[in-house]
């Protein structure tokens, strides 16, 4: 579908992957990084085969993080840092805004950006020897940006822990605390990931589609303010046509016959 110098991207059987390739840096996500990321996952939204990305890297490195030389700058002058961040913001939105599930496979370190960037992934699938970590604080930079998505993941104490001391932390102990969906050998984790992507595809893209909307919408509510569009979103769901073919589907005991719109 598309190369570069710091990406590959593919695209098959409703599957985009996207690699990060720019193992000199271990994947640092530098402010054209970033740009070249943001425009690969928000391409296709609208192509009805897209049914989810699939985000991954080649070497050691997930990503380990930002990239430090540009923060080596006049103090007089902010604009880049604005950039950069501004940027970033819209990047890490973009993964939520995603109309698929975008599956984060981390094969390795992925540090404070970098574990920004896994942590707003909808799902997560890391290798054992997978490390994440959030190391800003040791180099006089605490990690407050990564830690946005990070402390609406995991508890608050792992959190702190985590962004104060800058240790890492392992992919076992990450899918503990619910920052990792699954963890497998290496060798396990191109079939987790098909796995995973098989079992997406298998269902209705409007669906899906719908239901991430609705549980980034309720995530920040009070229970009693979700439960009351959570009525409205029962309601409206099961009375269009792909509700109901799901459920006549299942009382007919066959495969439901999706349209993936309505």
């Not at 570069?4 to 720019?22: A, E, P, Q, R, Y």
């Not at 390795?108 to 950006?113: F, S």
């Not at 402390?151 to 503990?176: C, D, H, V």
């Not at 669906?207 to 549980?215: A, D, Q, S």
């Amino acid at each position: 579908m598309g190369t570069s110098s710091l990406f590959d991207v593919s695209f098959s059987s409703g599957i985009k992957t996207i690699t990060m390739k720019d193992t000199r840096s271990r994947n640092a996500l530098s402010l054209n990084m970033q740009k070249e990321l943001y425009k690969y996952i928000t391409a296709d939204w609208d192509d009805k085969k897209l049914r989810a990305i699939v985000l991954q890297a080649e070497g050691p490195a997930f990503s380990s993080g930002h990239n430090l030389k540009e923060f080596n700058f006049d103090t007089n002058d902010k604009s880049l840092l604005e950039e950069v961040f501004k940027m970033a913001t819209k990047l890490m939105l973009s993964i939520t805004e995603c109309p698929v599930p975008v599956i984060a496979c981390v094969n390795g370190i992925a540090a404070a950006a970098g574990c920004q960037l896994a942590a707003q992934c909808d799902i997560v699938v890391a290798s054992d020897k997978s490390l994440f970590s959030t190391p800003g604080v040791s180099v006089g930079v605490f990690c407050s940006s990564p830690g946005i998505p990070i402390s609406r993941t995991i508890p608050r104490k792992l959190a702190t822990y985590m962004l104060t001391t800058g240790l890492p932390i392992t992919a076992t102990e990450a899918k503990s605390a619910g920052l990792v969906s699954v963890v497998c050998p290496e060798d396990q984790l191109k079939g987790q990931v098909e796995k995973i992507c098989a079992a997406i595809t298998a269902k209705s893209r409007y669906v899906v589609t719908k239901g991430k909307r609705f549980y980034y919408r309720q995530i920040d509510m009070t229970m009693k303010e979700a439960y009351k569009i959570g009525e409205l979103e029962m309601i409206e769901r099961i009375s269009e046509s792909e509700g109901q073919e799901g459920l006549k589907s299942f009382i007919e005991k066959r495969k439901p016959n999706w349209k993936h719109s309505v």
